[in-house]
């Protein structure tokens, strides 16, 4: 019985320490020193290929190197081996860190300075007291929900908007496509935290970006293909954006002529607003492993049909 890691090659030995200290009776494998593929039963990795159990006969758990499954082609998973995300508060924590980040930025249009600094300019721009921001949160699991506990102490006026009801620290939960344009039309700023699945690949295009109050400020750090990367841009434009802060994108990173490296009112950074921390997800793992002994349910599985 063994476990193998197969997804970050820089990240590998780092893993590999983390179960010698943490659970050094474990045999811990590294890709691609797989030995015997039978005797894998746990597979730590970032995607996975259709012949995983030809290559694995004997796997019992897939875990995906991180906290989103999207890369995952759900379709090729045998039905027995059940997908586990890696969360753990640590890693929730470090996006806590970068929305805060991203959050007051806006707030107080650094942008805007940014802009004004490039061209010389020393002029002061209105402030507006975090008790008039209303800042919202698509999608209250792990992560929005930590953003939201790690938000409502800075004084914004917060509120998500959830597939199902979710309790918002101090604000509303707006609940399902039908309550999605109200939700927007009272965020003057808007972090995304969905995960990528058929229904919410493209959510935040030209129709739902309109719903924004003008000059809202945009957060992304749930995936690329959650906004429609041209209407964010007309949206841009047309200041109907006032600013965004943009983690994620549909390609990474994006051609050298994508319009986003240039625009003014866009700060790019490349998928770092939160990361697995190895620790953490080790000991998640270890938890999983003591609840299959016992016969419970494995924490944090990809529920399959849907999709996260
Ligand atoms: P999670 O715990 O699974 O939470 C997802 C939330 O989204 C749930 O509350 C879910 O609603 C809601 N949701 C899903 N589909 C929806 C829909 N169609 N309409 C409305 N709400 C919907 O996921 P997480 O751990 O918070 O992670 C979220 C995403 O963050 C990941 O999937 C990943 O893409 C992204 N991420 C990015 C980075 C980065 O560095 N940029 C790092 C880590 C993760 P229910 O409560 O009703 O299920
Ligand atoms: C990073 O984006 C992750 O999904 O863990």
């Not at 820089?10 to 593929?37: K, T």
């Not at 039908?178 to 808007?190: M, T, V």
């Not at 109907?240 to 051609?255: H, M, T």
Request: hydrophobic content about 45%; glycine content about 8%; some cysteine.
């Amino acid at each position: 019985m063994c476990i193998l890691y197969m997804a970050w090659p820089s990240d590998a030995e780092q893993w590999r320490a983390a179960f010698a200290r943490l659970a050094p009776e474990l045999e811990f494998r590294l890709a691609p020193d797989i030995g015997d593929p039978g005797d894998v039963r746990y597979l730590i990795a970032w995607e996975s290929s259709a012949d995983l159990i030809e290559r694995f006969p004997n796997l019992r758990v897939l875990y995906s190197a991180g906290a989103g499954v999207d890369q995952f082609d759900l379709s090729l998973l045998p039905a027995h081996v059940p997908l586990v995300r890696l969360v753990d508060p640590a890693m929730a924590s470090i996006m806590t860190e970068y929305v805060q980040f991203a959050v007051l930025a806006l707030h107080r249009d650094i942008l805007s300075y940014r802009a004004q600094q490039t061209a010389r300019v020393w002029a002061e721009l209105p402030i507006i007291p975090a008790a008039r921001r209303r800042v919202g949160v698509m999608g209250i699991g792990n992560l929005g929900l930590a953003v939201l506990e790690r938000l409502h102490p800075l004084g914004f006026q917060l509120s998500g908007w959830n597939r199902s009801e979710k309790a918002v620290p101090g604000g509303r939960c707006y609940v399902g496509m039908e309550q999605l344009p109200a939700f927007l039309a009272q965020c003057d700023i808007l972090i995304n935290l969905l995960p990528l699945t058929p229904q919410t690949t493209g959510i935040l295009n030209r129709e739902r970006l309109d719903c924004l109050p003008m000059g809202a400020g945009l957060v992304n750090v749930g995936r690329g293909a959650h906004l429609v990367e041209a209407d964010v841009v007309r949206a841009l434009d047309e200041g109907r954006l006032g600013g965004a802060i943009l983690d994620v994108f549909e390609q990474e990173p994006p051609p050298p002529e994508h319009p986003f490296w240039s625009h003014p009112k866009v700060l790019m950074t490349p998928h770092v607003a939160s990361t697995v921390q190895i620790d953490g997800a080790v000991s998640v793992i270890l938890e999983n492993l003591r609840r299959e002994r016992r016969g419970d349910a494995l924490l944090n599985v990809v529920d399959r049909s849907r999709g996260y």
